[in-house]
Antibody
Framework: EVQLVESGGNLIKPGGSLRLSCVGS????????ISWVRQAPGKGLEWVGR??????????DYAAPVTGRFTISRYDSENKVFLQMNNLKTEDTAIYYC????????WGQGTLVTVSS | DIQMTQSPSTLSASIGDRVTITCRAS??????LAWYQQKPGHAPNLLIY???TLQSGVPSRFSGSGSGTEFTLTISSLQPDDFATYYC??????????FGQGTKVDIK
């Protein structure tokens, strides 16, 4: 069974940093493209960024609102992808999901990030 | 970046109704389009990819069509489990992804 589990969400002050983790199981993690998608309270889905598998270059892409502040990395030996979030803003408050694939056939349950003073 | 516009934003319907949701892209995206269903408190669930391919396990009352800039998601006969919010998404391997703003289907 494919599973994705996010962790690391917390209450953080504006300007702070946070690192989210996504752990996968039940599939060949090293071959998977992993994206982060967020959802602000009561709002729609917003794609945050993606990391390709290392066989496909391991490159990353980001949405404009997070470019230069967020970084995605992967640690395939532990089936993990990380989302490093720096210089957090109140508008980054959201549930953060990780999801697999070119289109997202599997999703985690999400982790809540609240940016507030 | 490519913009995706869904309509309507909210749709009220009854059990058994045929429901159609439209998604328009700001430029041609061929058939690089997916549809998701999301229920409150849950992660989204993939329904359709490549504009018209039904994801495994998704009921056949769901169908997708379109190419280029205009796409539709159709529910042939609305069931109680289908009251949810639906999102379209443009995807590809070389540029940012974009979601539509969502269409909430509620009970009439």
């Amino acid at each position: 069974e494919v599973q994705l589990v996010e962790s690391g969400g917390n209450l953080i002050k504006p300007g702070g940093s946070l690192r989210l983790s996504c752990v996968g199981s039940g599939f060949t993690f090293s071959n998977a493209w992993i994206s982060w998608v967020r959802q602000a309270p009561g709002k729609g889905l917003e794609w945050v960024g993606r990391i390709k598998s290392k066989p496909d270059g391991g490159t990353t892409d980001y949405a404009a609102p997070v470019t230069g502040r967020f970084t995605i990395s992967r640690y395939d030996s532990e089936n993990k992808v990380f989302l490093q979030m720096n210089n957090l803003k109140t508008e980054d408050t959201a549930i953060y999901y990780c999801a697999t694939g070119l289109f997202f056939d599997y999703w985690g349950q999400g982790t809540l990030v609240t940016v507030s003073s | 970046d490519i913009q995706m516009t869904q309509s309507p934003s909210t749709l009220s319907a009854s059990i058994g109704d045929r429901v159609t949701i439209t998604c328009r892209a700001s430029q041609s995206i061929s058939t690089w389009l997916a549809w998701y269903q999301q229920k409150p408190g849950h992660a989204p669930n993939l329904l359709i990819y490549k504009a018209s391919t039904l994801q495994s396990g998704v009921p056949s009352r769901f169908s997708g069509s379109g190419s280029g800039t205009e796409f539709t998601l159709t529910i042939s006969s609305l069931q109680p489990d289908d009251f949810a919010t639906y999102y379209c998404q443009h995807y590809n391997s070389y540029s940012p992804y974009t979601f539509g703003q969502g269409t909430k289907v509620d009970i009439k």
